[in-house]
């Protein structure tokens, strides 16, 4: 039912499109443990966790730092489950910072996951450390950090174990496949597979909810 037409990014080749509004680059992780999430036993049909556990929708602009968003997504949402909190947090310090990533030439949110936790390192609120849509010198002030992770996990790919998830965990932090999304504007977006590979992601989002309204 996705609807598609003329948008902001429809003067781009497919090209400029990747390379300044996406910025996810995938990784082998066939190595990496897949947790087993319990079955989603919920009765409802929907769960939707916007405005719930989800800060206002954020534009990344001219930069690839979409692994940055879909990284504090995932903290911002996790976080709330776990303190009631809700927190809008900082992605210019990961795109500052995280040097396990490209910033705005792109990352994986795994990656900066586990460098936040080698690392130490928290995420400060968005207000103290505001977004600017390019590279710049790292300013966190670790005094001003509130939110930080021990641990993360890779989730399954099937979608019974995903939906478990997001029910026990908010948000969840993905890769897409962006090819349909330059001209998207609205609906729900079900490309065919031929035209739209599901394994070449190259766009961080987060799954914030599922089923029909």
Known sequence: SASHGITRFADLTHEEFYTQYLGYIPTDDSNKSVAEVAPYTGSSSLVDWTDVYTTPVKDQGYCGSCWAFSTVANIEGAGSVETGSLLSLSEQE????DTADGGCNGGLPSTAFQFMIDQGMGLEKESAYPYTAQDGTCKKVASQEKAFITAWHQISTNENQIAAALQQYGPLSIGINALTMQFY?????????????????????????????
């Open 185 to 213: 504007t609205g609906g729900v977006s079900d490309p065919n597979p031929i035209l739209c590979n599901p394994q070449a992601l190259d766009h961080g989002v987060a799954i914030v909810g599922f089923g029909t309204a």
């Open 94 to 97: 990961l795109v500052d910072c």
